[in-house]
């Protein structure tokens, strides 16, 4: 008898040992409160380890229709103090449809305590605001500038966001800023953010905010996270050359037309054609970024308004137009293009932030005038973190710099001119 009551003893202890709970779960907790279909949804267990060497060895969630399954393992190793260890276990559920929820809880070595209304929770359907119905459709460079970049938005909701601007930041670092000159924003409308001074700008994609003010920067409306990419990989850069009659008559006609290059050279030539209702033509060049000019002729083109420019697919960054005159000779318009991005590789060097000082780059030499007969004077070249990298004195109004060793990337030329931005490509 003593000896099978000993067996049961043992057996006991195994059993308890097996069954051992060594972590409690007190409290579920849902985050947000309320949440709802545009919410990031986050469950979080609260509740003690059963001594100071209890552990939670490993945890996941899956959520299969209307219930979230949490499983929870814990386990002891080493010798503690049994004393009650408060502990939290975080899930990051993420964004769910509209529905009611049940939270199932299970695991080795834990007990759920946790009151019964709280293994429930609800995702009520998200009511969009104004900011959310604004959709930022792209931000890019202003192909026919180095000096900007566009923001094209749709207003899909009926607030107008009076005399809008909007600002682009990586960091706490502001890039560019638009000068206010729209009455608000009530539908689609393309907004162009002019390079602050001194704005060091980020080569590849990089993480910005976008944010919008109203009522002449007096107020913050709306913030928005986005991935921006200034020059993105293309196979070629699209432009535009096109004619618009603008006046109420009729025109049936055509236009011949001839772009050359900054060399004289001829790129490519057609014909514009305007018949009945179709009173706007263009085509599409896939170009170098460069100097460009454009010649219109027709020895009988009369009648409309007609003009005619440059812009690119979408229409959104536009450059020169100018009308079309009725003179039987050659009109002419002129424009630089600067394709997706400024970028060296594409022969176009950058507009210095001060007007006075000039500088572009040739080889692995960057050449500085200061555009008038004063000395440049002591300079410092700063990379993109902010460390000098060169320093010296140019005595004369006209000098170069050698960039050979340095790495390809974004400098600041400061002097007592002024200061001004440059991309060295070569980094040989």
């Excluded at 949440?35 to 939670?56: A, E, F, K, M, R």
């Excluded at 009520?124 to 026919?144: G, K, R, Y």
């Excluded at 060097?349 to 000082?357: F, K, L, N, R, V």
């Amino acid at each position: 008898m003593k000896f099978t009551l000993t067996l049961l003893a043992l057996l006991f202890c195994t059993l308890a040992t097996r069954a051992q709970t060594y972590y409690y779960i007190n409290t579920i907790e849902v985050a947000p409160a309320s949440p709802t279909t545009t919410d990031d949804i986050t469950i979080t267990l609260q509740g003690d380890l059963s001594s100071t060497n209890s552990y939670i060895s490993e945890t996941s969630f899956a959520v299969n229709g209307n219930t979230v399954s949490i499983s929870v393992t814990a386990g002891a190793q080493g010798i503690g103090i049994p004393v009650l260890t408060p502990h939290d276990e975080s899930f990051s559920i993420g964004m769910l449809p509209v529905g009611e929820y049940f939270i199932a809880i299970a695991g080795v070595s834990i007990n759920d305590g946790a009151p019964a209304p709280q293994h429930e929770f609800v995702v009520s359907q998200a009511i969009p605001t104004a900011c959310d119905s604004l959709i930022v459709d792209h931000v890019q460079w202003q192909a026919f500038s180095d000096t900007a970049i566009e923001v094209h938005v749709f207003n899909n909701s009926a607030t107008l966001f009076d005399y809008p601007g909007f600002v682009l930041l990586q960091g706490t670092d502001s890039i560019a800023r638009e000068n206010v000159n729209y009455f608000g924003i009530g539908g689609e409308s393309t907004h162009t953010l002019t390079f602050v001074d001194g704005a060091i700008v980020p080569i590849g994609p990089f993480q910005a905010q976008l944010h919008l003010w109203t009522g002449f920067y007096q107020q913050q409306a709306c913030i928005y996270d986005l991935t921006v990419d200034f020059c993105p990989p293309a196979p070629c850069s699209p432009m535009l050359v096109y004619l618009n009659n603008y006046g109420n008559a009729i025109i049936n006609d055509t236009l011949d037309w001839q772009l050359v290059d900054g060399d004289n050279a001829i790129v490519s030539t057609g014909t514009f054609a305007l018949a009945d209702a179709e009173q706007s033509d263009y085509d599409t060049l896939c170009v170098a970024p460069g100097d460009y000019t454009l010649s219109v002729t027709n020895d009988t083109f009369t009648g409309g308004q007609p003009s005619f420019g440059f812009t690119v697919p979408g229409l959104y960054s536009s450059g020169n137009e100018q009308p079309y005159i009725f003179d039987n000779l050659p009109d002419v318009l002129s424009v630089v293009f600067f394709g997706p991005c400024v970028d060296p590789d594409n022969s176009v060097t950058d507009t210095p932030s001060i007007p006075g000082i000039h500088a572009w780059t040739a080889s692995d030499l960057l050449i500085i005038n200061s555009g008038q007969d004063t000395p440049i004077g002591a300079y410092i070249l700063v990379d993109v973190l902010g460390h000098q990298v060169r320093t010296g004195s140019i005595q004369g109004s006209t000098g170069t710099l050698s960039l050979g060793g340095m790495a390809p990337g974004a400098y600041l030329l400061r002097t007592s001119l002024g200061t001004l931005r440059f991309v060295h490509a070569s980094g040989q």
